[in-house]
């Protein structure tokens, strides 16, 4: 997002040298702050329904798991997190190489990504206790 502290600036000047009226230059400097207030707005509202969209996800197939009991996700959850594992022990060990291979790179932050997804799918998001956070600032 384009910063807008240095476009109100040169805004307020010139409606300082438009309108020779300080009431009625002041009305406008205060409706230029309020249309950067609400992009400011809007996009917190974005992020607050991506936030929302997430866990709605996250609810719904902890719901599923609880309906159908299936071991699928506990099998995949495994293979992910025993890979993620793996993959660090045997390259902290020496029996894989990670530097110069960007295959290697890539399986490391792919498995790292999708580790935090299993630690978010069976124990809970991380992601309110940020927003909590946020709130008391």
Do not use: C, H
């Not at 230029?32 to 609400?38: I, T």
């Not at 609880?66 to 495994?78: C, E, H």
């Not at 293979?79 to 390259?91: D, E, K």
């Not at 190489?97 to 299993?118: C, I």
């Amino acid at each position: 997002m384009l910063p807008l502290g240095p476009l109100l600036d040169i805004g307020g000047k010139i409606l300082d040298r438009v309108l020779p009226d300080p009431a009625a230059a002041e009305a406008a400097k205060r409706e230029l702050a309020k249309l950067e207030q609400d992009g400011e707005l809007a996009k917190m509202a974005q992020q607050t329904k991506l936030f929302e969209l997430n866990v709605e996800n996250t609810k719904s197939a902890r719901e599923m798991q609880v309906a159908t009991r299936s071991r699928i996700p506990a099998v995949l959850s495994i293979v992910t997190v025993a890979g993620f594992f793996g993959l660090l022990i045997g390259s902290a060990l020496g029996y894989m190489k990670l530097t110069g291979s960007d295959v290697m790179m890539l399986l490391l932050g792919v498995l790292a990504r999708e580790t935090a997804s299993v630690y978010n799918f069976w124990l809970g998001s991380s992601n309110s206790s940020q927003q909590k956070d946020m709130l008391k600032k």
